[in-house]
């Protein structure tokens, strides 16, 4: 398979067709990361459009010795912020993109308890939620390390900050999200106390 | 290790990123602590919904083909226009017309001069009248522009232009390769709108007619011309320097002195093709000691911008590009990226 670095070079060159492979390669993961920060779909489907507008504009600036993903997760992120500033955060979640709880879902490994799935369930739909509400910065490093699955070198290339800080920012933001969960648990009123507020 | 340690290294524990002697304390904890345990079991199931479960929505099916039509049919075009050829309309296409407009067909780039800092001249005195219908006649056709034909003719002006421009050697008095018209109140009024010959005009009105654009009303169209709006090189003398630089809503306003003359240039930001470049021997090097000189540059995309030493070469003239005390690398990028020089 070509590399996505050869496919920027390619693209360079005038070939298209090596540009619609890294969209076709990199939509689905780029507008996760649109999504996330974003929080709505038309928007986020919009910005995620206007990253590989950037992507295609900027490509002469793509240094083809390093990685491709990395580069392409930045102006992603770049781009999502910076629409996200121009709105003032303001988050809307649209009613019929919240999560629909799958009661019928099974986790593969455990046994099944009506109990447990629904609070599994119940917290699937709190996390989503709770995302939304963070503060962007660590709605990034989560983000990246959670749903890109990307080592904290890549962390720290994509957020500029320095590999020793990711550690810190994915506590930080752990912490920040179960602060929010815990909350939300309390509000609903949920039979079992969460472990982690022991 | 205690419980509150626990606290402290549980998510890089489960992340794998925990050192393997803490890793071993907070083992032998969980072991005995059943809190913990808990605590540890929850915190697990939470990244596993983070990396597995979180609810996404899908993008729709032609994503791939939105994204290629938008460049496909405009490569080394600008963002400005790219964004008006999109299907969904981004957040930065969303500006009001009538700002579109006015920023492209009237803040193209204005000089503001008092009437005792130009020399006498002649010249001027003769084509005054001729002066006024031209500028006239550019303002009218900074929205008459469209289609790929016109380029070449922009081309030639514009090379034309630039070799003029480049050339000129008047260091003892302020030039600008720009008309001077005489306003409704009789006053004399230097416009960056360079001159356009009657058939440059005249080819440029026919060709709007029979372009698929003409009836469109965005941005791309109001644009001005390159060629009949703005010189690609504005000659500042070395013995004006920037006292002042300051951002507005929708550009950039500089100030310069010199002989005990005050010249204010305003650069707008936003569908303004153009570009200032200081002459060589004025450059200066650091960009710290660069509020002393002026400005900015444009390049096609095309063009190989170095950031490093921030240069560029149109023409085989190496131009040296200075920062302001106002603009940032980045803001300098992102002015280069908006601001197009067609070659």
Redesign the interface.
């Known amino acids: 398979m070509i590399s996505d670095e050869s496919l920027a070079i390619d693209t360079l060159n005038?070939d298209?067709s090596a540009?619609?492979e890294l969209?076709?390669r990199y939509?689905?993961r780029v507008?996760?990361i649109v999504?996330?920060l974003m929080g709505q779909?038309?928007?986020a489907?919009?910005?995620?459009?206007?990253v590989?507008?950037?992507v295609?504009?900027?490509l002469?600036q793509f240094d083809a010795d390093k990685k491709f993903a990395p580069w392409i997760y930045r102006i992603a992120s770049n781009t999502s912020i910076s629409?996200l500033r121009?709105?003032k955060n303001v988050i809307v979640v649209d009613f019929d993109?919240v999560?629909q709880v799958a009661y019928e879902s099974t986790i593969a490994g455990e046994s099944y308890n009506p109990q447990h799935l629904y609070e599994?369930e119940e917290?699937?739909g709190l996390?989503?939620d709770a995302?939304t509400e963070l503060p962007e910065s660590y709605r990034m490093v989560?983000i990246l390390?959670?749903?890109m699955?990307l080592d904290?070198q890549e962390i720290a290339d994509i957020l500029d900050i320095s590999k020793e800080n990711i550690?810190v920012r994915?506590?930080r933001a752990?912490k920040a999200?179960?602060q929010i969960?815990q909350k939300r648990w309390e509000e609903r009123g949920m039979a079992n106390e969460?472990?982690?507020s022991? | 290790m205690n419980c509150q340690q626990v606290d402290?290294h549980i998510?890089?524990y489960i992340?794998s990123?925990l050192a393997p002697s803490l890793s071993s304390d907070l083992e032998s904890h969980i072991a005995h602590c059943e809190?913990c345990r808990?605590?540890l079991?929850?915190?697990r199931?939470?990244?596993d919904?983070?990396?597995n479960?979180?609810?996404?929505?899908?993008?729709?099916d032609t994503?791939?083909a939105?994204?290629?039509a938008?460049?496909?049919n405009n490569?080394m075009i600008g963002?400005t226009e790219?964004?008006a050829t999109?299907n969904?309309?981004?957040?930065?296409t969303r500006t009001p017309f009538w700002l579109v407009a006015t920023a492209a067909a009237f803040v193209l780039l204005v000089y503001t001069i008092s009437p005792d800092f130009l020399a006498p001249d002649t010249k001027i005195a003769n084509q005054q009248s001729k002066d006024l219908k031209v500028a006239e006649r550019n303002v009218a056709s900074n929205a008459v522009i469209g289609g790929e034909t016109t380029k070449k003719l922009k081309q030639d002006s514009q090379n034309e232009s630039m070799q003029d421009e480049v050339s000129i050697d008047e260091p003892s008095s302020f030039y600008l390769p720009a008309e001077t018209a005489i306003d409704e109140t009789g006053n004399q009024v230097r416009t960056l709108a360079g001159a356009v010959p009657d058939e440059v005009n005249n080819e440029l009105m026919k060709q709007r007619q029979s372009s698929p654009d003409r009836d469109r009303n965005d941005a791309s169209v109001l644009k001005a011309p390159i060629s009949s709006t703005m010189p690609k090189v504005i000659n500042m003398p070395a013995s004006f320097e920037i006292v002042n630089s300051a951002k507005q809503t929708d550009g950039w306003t500089f100030t310069y002195e010199g002989d005990g003359k005050q010249l204010t240039v305003s650069l707008a930001s936003a569908n303004v093709p153009m570009a200032m470049i200081v002459k060589p021997e004025a450059a200066a090097t650091d960009s710290s000691a660069c509020v002393g000189a002026a400005c900015e540059y444009v390049v096609n995309?095309k063009s190989?911008v170095n950031s490093v030493n921030r240069s560029v070469v149109i023409d085989n003239v190496n131009y040296e590009l200075i920062l302001t005390g106002e603009l940032s690398v980045e803001e300098l990028q992102a002015l280069a990226?908006r601001l197009i020089i067609e070659k």
């Open positions: 005038g298209l540009f619609e969209v076709n939509k689905h507008f996760s999504y996330r779909y038309q928007e489907e919009d910005v995620t459009q206007e590989f507008i950037n295609f504009e900027k002469y629409a121009k709105k993109e999560p599994r917290l699937k996390i989503n995302i989560i390390r959670y749903q699955d904290n550690e994915v506590h752990r999200l179960r969960i969460l472990p982690a022991r | 402290e998510f890089s992340d990123k809190d808990a605590k079991d929850f915190a199931m939470e990244t919904i983070l990396c479960e979180l609810f996404m929505p899908t993008l729709h994503f791939t939105d994204v290629m938008a460049v496909g490569q963002p790219l964004a999109r969904h309309r981004a957040w930065y995309k190989a990226e």
